[in-house]
């Protein structure tokens, strides 16, 4: 039985509970909606962990991440691949400084509620996009389960932590189609911080091979991986 089958019927399961399980997670999804509508930024370092479900291949990096309503990104990561990602008011920006590289894609990338990154920054639609359950406290965050009405490639599921009181998240665990893993941690995070216009435009340093996607729009991989 694939992974695929299990999860259809462990959804079903959790769905026909109905109940005291779908009124705990419709709260605690409307809890996450009523405090993000009153962040209009997000000030945060992160451990990223990624593990290639085919090959068991893992790797992990820190980085920050600065978020200004209604979605302007600037997402850097270190380690032995560096990257930034820079969502503007009019495009994508991904930059490989190791490789002297640069794509530039178009907005609607990143547009569905079910992207990462809106998910990542609170900004996706908890209540109308996911089946939400929850599943108790784990070292003291809430966690809820989110299984997409309509899943994509890039999430078919996804669970996340959150803190009880503030309610934010605080951990995201993301899977894809292929069952790879994406698990995002804050290791700080401020909300309503100051945050520099600046640091939501981006020029390719000199020298920067720039290959322009707007028209073709599909990513060389996955965003925000």
Known sequence: MNRKTLRAIALSALLLLGGTA???????AQD???RY???TTLKAAFT?????RESGSTETRNGTLLFRKPLLVRWETGGKNPEVLVISSQDIWNFLPDEELAYRYP???VQDSKSIIKVITGQAKLDQDFNVVEEGQEEGLTRLHLYPKEPVQQLTEAILWVDPQEHLIRRVRVYDFYGNENEIDFTSLEANATVADKAFT???PKGTEVQ???KEGAPEKQLFN
């Open 107 to 109: 907005l609607d990338l």
């Open 32 to 34: 996450i909606q009523k």
């Open 37 to 39: 509508d009153t962040v």
């Open 212 to 214: 322009d996607r707007l």
């Open 202 to 204: 981006f020029t390719p």
């Open 48 to 52: 990223q962990k990624l593990l290639h």
């Open 22 to 28: 779908s009124a705990l997670a419709g709260t605690a």
